[in-house]
Each structure stands twice: as C-alpha cells, then as structure tokens.
Nanobody, 124 residues
Framework: QVQLVESGGGLVQAGDSLRLACAAS????????MAWFRQAPGKEREFVSR????????VYDDSVKGRFTISRDNDKNTGYLQMNDLKPEDTAVYYC?????????????????WGRGTQVTVSS
C-alpha cells in the first residue's frame, strides 16, 4: 500500500522558514518524479514545485521561485520542500505527490499518489 505522509508544517511569521518532509512507503520512491502542491481556503489546489526521480530538473511556480527549494533523499524514501522568506500568501495546506514515472509535469492529474497534507500558516 502506497503511503505518503507530510510533516513540518506550522504557524510562522512572515520572513521565517520551514522545511516540509514527505515520507514515502509501500513502493519504490526512487523511481518516481515527485511534486509539491498547495491549496489555500476557497482556492483550487495549485502546483508549487516538482523534480525528477533523481532530484534534478527542478521546476518552480513563479510565486515561489528563489524562495523554495525541492529536494529528495531516495535512500530515506523522503522528499523535502525548504521554504524561506515565507509570506502570508503562502498560507495553505501543502501536499506532496508522486508519479508513476521518473519524470513528470506540473499537472495534478499527472500524479498518482498523494499525501493528506500539512498546514502552513504565515502571519503578517
């Protein structure tokens, strides 16, 4: 059974940093592209960042470029999202997702497994 569990969310002030983690189990994490999405109240789930199976080919939404960094440790079956200089508009539930392929794109429908999310709240 494939399972993704996010952690590391919390309540922080604008300008602070957080590091989200996504622990995977039940399948070969190292063979799959991964991504982070987020969903703010009343809004659709949106793409944040993605990378290939190796952690390379990182892509970011313009809203987080230069502040967020995606990475992964395949030996630990864990993905990460380092978030720096957080802003109130970053407030959302953050979800990690993995695809059934080593490379993928930024569409939600391209990712087959999802975690339940972790809340990130940034106060001004």
């Amino acid at each position: 059974q494939v399972q993704l569990v996010e952690s590391g969310g919390g309540l922080v002030q604008a300008g602070d940093s957080l590091r989200l983690a996504c622990a995977a189990s039940g399948y070969t994490f190292g063979n799959s592209a991964m991504a982070w999405f987020r969903q703010a109240p009343g809004k659709e789930r949106e793409f944040v960042s993605r990378c290939s199976w190796s952690g390379r080919s990182a892509v970011y939404d313009d809203s987080v470029k230069g502040r967020f960094t995606i990475s992964r440790d395949n030996d630990k079956n864990t993905g990460y999202l380092q978030m720096n200089d957080l802003k109130p508009e970053d407030t959302a539930v953050y979800y990690c997702a993995v695809a059934d392929a080593p490379f993928s794109d930024s569409r939600r429908e391209s990712y087959h497994y999802w975690g339940r999310g972790t809340q990130v709240t940034v106060s001004s």
